[in-house]
T-cell receptor
Framework: AQSVTQPDIHITVSEGASLELRCNYS??????LFWYVQSPGQGLQLLLK??????LVQGIKGFEAEFKRSQSSFNLRKPSVHWSDAAEYFC??????????FGTGTSLTVIP | EAGVAQSPRYKIIEKRQSVAFWCNPI?????LYWYQQILGQGPKLLIQ????????DSQLPKDRFSAERLKGVDSTLKIQPAKLEDSAVYLC??????????????FGSGTQLSVL
């Protein structure tokens, strides 16, 4: 069965500091992996996705994620966090038929 | 480009009442999804449409939930009768429908339902 685990419910970082949000997945085949961001009162917005090829993928807003098959992980990173990055972040795995399974999310707080 | 529109934005009802949510997709998007997002959890798929046909409704509680997508455009999701555990944000998402693998989803802002 496919599943997504985001171990960190809440993370607080200082503005300008680096960020890493963890995501582990369980899926029998080659996964399609995604990171979405949800700002308060808004719908989810796609940050980046991994299908195949280069295991380091670049996304919007300066985010990147690295796929590590050996660790079943797809961690999201940003070298320098801005106050506007405060939001909820969801990792998701996709399977054939456009079925998506979302993690429980990580809430990011950015302090000045 | 206009995004995915959902209404109402908020809804408060008492248990055993009925409620309906409406979604207008991005023009031309073939796939439409309804997700339920309970507080503190990630979105969970309720139903997936491809044009006006149902692709997957395996997680839709069919004894109380129903959904339709008339003419492959707008969609409504109905709950009748509502239970306390239905309190959640109901998200509509759409996609171009050109790929069967990992298409980009465009989400609406959701309808926040509170069942008292």
């Amino acid at each position: 069965a496919q599943s997504v685990t985001q171990p960190d419910i809440h993370i607080t970082v200082s503005e300008g500091a680096s960020l890493e949000l963890r995501c582990n997945y369980s899926y029998g085949a080659t996964p399609y992996l995604f990171w979405y961001v949800q700002s308060p009162g808004q719908g989810l917005q796609l940050l980046l996705k991994y299908f195949s090829g280069d295991t380091l993928v670049q996304g919007i807003k300066g985010f990147e994620a690295e796929f590590k098959r050996s660790q079943s992980s797809f961690n999201l990173r940003k070298p320098s966090v801005h106050w506007s990055d405060a939001a909820e972040y969801f990792c998701a795995v996709g399977k054939q038929g456009n079925q998506f399974y979302f993690g429980t999310g990580t809430s990011l707080t950015v302090i000045p | 480009e206009a995004g995915v529109a959902q209404s109402p934005r908020y809804k408060i009802i008492e248990k055993r009442q009925s409620v309906a949510f409406w979604c207008n997709p991005i023009s031309g998007h073939a796939t439409l999804y309804w997700y339920q997002q309970i507080l503190g959890q990630g979105p969970k798929l309720l139903i997936q449409f491809q044009n006006n046909g149902v692709v997957d409704d395996s997680q839709l509680p069919k004894d109380r939930f129903s959904a339709e997508r008339l003419k492959g455009v707008d969609s409504t999701l109905k709950i009748q009768p509502a239970k306390l555990e239905d309190s959640a944000v109901y998200l509509c998402a759409t996609g171009e429908g050109r790929s069967r693998w990992g298409e980009k989803l465009f989400f609406g802002s959701g309808t926040q339902l509170s069942v008292l």
